[in-house]
């Protein structure tokens, strides 16, 4: 069902002007796939416009003329809003795999393999510095399992 809600308001958001106050909500959405061999990717979809002004200004530069942010810098300010550990460890290290641009929307992706078996938490502030309503939905899945976790400005770590 959250999967269906997110779907559809994704959908209904990118046929409205790309212009930020037209936005109806301010989100993300992260899908976490978790490997029996303990391997980890994640895939991130945010807005082109909002995202690429917050990446910016997290990097301290200035937009191009197309006024979308270039992938490392992109990148770089995802590594610094969204992390990943084991039950109690340090965030493992995420390394880039790519990022596509679709319509207005970009979906950034990342691999990493954690240090051992066993319980996964996550933290996601991607565009809280930005927006009072942002909201960033994380959906895990191992096996043929699916958890859903969302997250506001404010919250800390997550089990998944």
């Known amino acids: ?17 790309s212009s930020a106050a037209a936005h109806p909500i301010h989100m993300s959405f992260t899908e976490i796939r978790i490997t029996s061999s303990k391997s980890v990717e994640l895939s991130v979809r945010v807005f082109t416009d909002d995202f690429s002004v917050a990446a910016a ?10 006024s ?3 992938a490392r810098s992109g990148a770089a300010y ?4 969204i992390r990943v550990s084991g039950k109690s460890g340090p965030p493992i290290r995420l390394i880039p795999c790519g990022v596509a641009r679709t319509s207005d929307m970009l979906r950034y992706c990342f691999r990493a393999v954690l240090p051992a078996a066993g319980p996964v938490r996550v933290a996601n502030s991607v565009m809280n510095e930005m927006f009072d309503d942002q909201v960033n939905v994380v959906q895990s899945i191992t096996g043929k399992k699916r958890a859903s976790r969302m997250f506001v400005r404010g919250d800390g770590w997550k089990a998944l």
């Open 78 to 81: 995802l590594l610094a809003k």
């Open 57 to 66: 200004r997290h990097a301290g530069i200035r937009l191009g003329a197309d």
């Open 1 to 17: 069902m959250v999967r269906l809600c997110l779907t559809l308001a994704l959908a209904i958001a990118s046929l409205l002007p």
């Open 68 to 70: 979308i942010i270039d």
